[in-house]
Each structure stands twice: as structure tokens, then as C-alpha cells.
């Protein structure tokens, strides 16, 4: 069964510093990967997503994310935070005709300090 | 373009009463996603529906249903309401075969 964890339930940067977001995924098979965004009080914004073309993603807002299947890892970067980006973050795993399942990972709050 | 859009957006129910949530897919989207996500924890998966059919659930209880309409547009209900049952409750859409699904606000309910 495919499941996705997230290192790190809060991370907090100062603006302007890189913005790393850690996640891996465990599946049989290559997985569809994404990243959303979820401010407070909406639902989810996606970031970005890797469909088994190009390994390093780039998505809105500056973020990116390189799939290594070695690893098992979909990590998020973005080269300098923005206070803006203080939200949180979800990676989530799907597999092709799993009827639209998205299996999200538990969330990871970031905070950007001034 | 509208993006997904849900009714009501908050809604307070006392335990043992039936709920019934609203959903309004991306136009040109006939497949619609319903995930539960409660306080501090990552969205759940409970259903998917295209062509108004069961396509996909969740580790859910037969309390929790759903349909879809002919315009796609569906309703998530859940019977019986526990305590347990207080999460945002999001809608997504996607296009039938395309794994990127769309999201909606959510509708935050409360169960007294």
C-alpha cells in the first residue's frame, strides 16, 4: 500500500532564507506526486506535480521539487522564503485507476520569521 | 473560470443528525472527489464519483453517502453525526484519466 510521510510537522524559516519541505512516499509502483498549499481557513492550492515527466518540477510561487525515485523522495525548495508563504504544506501520492485517491501526508506548517 | 465551489461553507449539527454537503465541480470536470480533513491531520479520502457512478471509497462507515447529478455536481451525506465527525470536508474535481484534482474551500462542520 502506498503511504506518504512528511519529516517535520512545523519548520520555520527567516524570510529571505531557503525553504525546505521533506517528503517521501512508499509505492510498488511509480506514483504521481503533488504538493499543495492550504492557508488558514481554505482549502488546497496546488503547488506543483510530477506525472513521471521531467524529475525537477517547477510550480507556482517560485517552489520546485525533484522527484529521486533512489530515494524515494519529493522534496520542496523554494531559494528564498516570502512571508506570504507562511501556510501549510501537504505532499500527496496517487496511483494511475485508483479512482482518484489522493493519499496525503500529515501536513507540514510553515512559518517565515521577519 | 469558476474553480470548485461548496455549500454551506460552516455548519453547526448536533450529534444523531443527518447532514447533507453540496459540491459544484471545474466546468468541463466530470469526476468529483470528497476527502475529510479533521483538525491537524492531512485530507482522507472518502469517495470518488464519475458519470454519477461509485468510482472510488475511503475507509469510511456506510453512514457516510454520496451522488452525483447529471450537471456533476454532488452531495456528500452522512447519518447518524458523532462527535468525531467535526472536520472540513473538501470537494475536488478532475477530468476522468487526469490525476490533478482541483479543490475546493471546504465546508467546516461542527458536530455538538
Known amino acids: 500500500a502506498q503511504s506518504v510521510t512528511q519529516l517535520g510537522s512545523h519548520v520555520s524559516v527567516s524570510e529571505g532564507a531557503l525553504v525546505l519541505l521533506r517528503c517521501n512516499y512508499s509505492s510498488s509502483v511509480p506514483p504521481y506526486l503533488f504538493w499543495y498549499v492550504q492557508y488558514p481557513n481554505q482549502g488546497l492550492q496546488l503547488l506543483l506535480k510530477?506525472?513521471?515527466?521531467?524529475?525537477l518540477v517547477k510550480g507556482i510561487n517560485g517552489f520546485e521539487a525533484e522527484f529521486k525515485k533512489s530515494e524515494t523522495s519529493f522534496h520542496l525548495t523554494k531559494p528564498s522564503a516570502h512571508m506570504s508563504d507562511a501556510a501549510e504544506y501537504f505532499c500527496?501520492?496517487?496511483?494511475?485507476?485508483?479512482?482518484?485517491?489522493?493519499?496525503f501526508g500529515q501536513g507540514t506548517e510553515l512559518s517565515v520569521k521577519p | 473560470d469558476a474553480g470548485v465551489t461548496q455549500s454551506p461553507t460552516h455548519l453547526i449539527k448536533t450529534r444523531g443528525q443527518q447532514v447533507t454537503l453540496r459540491c459544484s465541480p471545474i466546468s468541463g470536470h466530470k469526476s468529483v472527489s470528497w476527502y475529510q480533513q479533521v483538525l491537524g491531520q492531512g485530507p482522507q479520502f472518502i469517495f470518488q464519483?464519475?458519470?454519477?457512478?461509485?468510482?472510488g471509497r475511503g475507509n469510511f462507515p456506510d453512514r457516510f453517502s454520496a451522488r452525483q447529478f447529471p450537471n456533476y455536481s454532488s452531495e456528500l451525506n452522512v447519518n447518524a453525526l458523532l462527535l468525531g465527525d467535526s472536520a472540513l470536508y473538501l470537494c475536488?474535481?478532475?477530468?476522468?484519466?487526469?490525476?490533478?484534482?482541483?479543490f475546493g474551500p471546504g465546508t467546516r462542520l461542527l458536530v455538538l
Open positions: 510530477y506525472t513521471s515527466a521531467a524529475t
Open positions: 475536488a474535481s478532475s477530468l476522468w484519466g487526469e490525476e490533478t484534482q482541483y
Open positions: 464519483y464519475y458519470e454519477k457512478e461509485e468510482r
Open positions: 500527496a501520492v496517487s496511483l494511475y485507476n485508483q479512482g482518484g485517491k489522493l493519499i
